[in-house]
Structures are given as C-alpha cells and as structure tokens.
C-alpha cells in the first residue's frame, strides 16, 4: 500500500526557513513525479512544486526565487526547501504522487 507522510512544518518568522521532507513507501518511488501543494484557510489547494521521475523540477511563480525542490531516491523522500517565508506562505502543505496524497504539514509564517 502506497503511503505518503510529510514532515518538517512548523512555526517560523517571516524571513526565516523551513524543509519540508515527503517520505513514500510502497511503492517504486523513482519512477514517480512528487508534486507539493499547499491550502490556506477558506482557500482551494493550490500546486507549489513538481519534480519528475528524471529530476526536473517546475514551480509556483509565488514560489520562485525563494523554493527549491529536490529527490532523493535512494531515501525515497522529496524535499522542499522553503527560503524567504513570507506570512502569506502560511497553509498546510501536502505531498501528492499519482492519486496518493500525504496528510499534510502545517506552515505558519508569523509577520
């Protein structure tokens, strides 16, 4: 059975920095894209970032400049490095691969 579980949310200043970790388990993990989502309150879950099985990553325009995604196959785990957090960042972020979600983490950004 496929599973997803995130890790690494938390309370930070604006300014500041978190890494979001997705480990999968399950399932042969390099042959998938990971995808990183995220809702804020009273919001619809919006994309944040995409990396494919060969390691091309695209993301968010809000994102840009200040996010990096990353694999790693061997542990089975995609990272999101969130630099620069803003209070508008603030939201429950979710790992998602084919039709599997994790049960996400929360990010809150303090102004």
């Known amino acids: 059975q496929v599973q997803l579980v995130e890790s690494g949310g938390g309370l930070v200043q604006a300014g500041g920095s978190l890494r979001l970790s997705c480990a999968a388990s399950?399932?042969?993990?390099?042959?998938?894209?990971i995808g990183w989502y995220r809702q804020a309150p009273g919001k619809q879950r919006e994309p944040v970032a995409f990396i494919s099985s060969g390691g091309e990553a695209n993301l968010a325009d809000s994102v840009k400049g200040r996010f990096t995604i990353a694999r790693d196959n061997a542990r089975n785990t995609v990272y999101l490095q969130m630099n620069s957090l803003k209070p508008e960042d603030t939201a429950v972020y979710y790992c998602r691969m084919g039709s599997k979600w994790g049960q996400g983490t929360q990010v809150t950004v303090s102004s």
């Open positions: 399950g399932t042969t993990f390099s042959s998938f894209g």
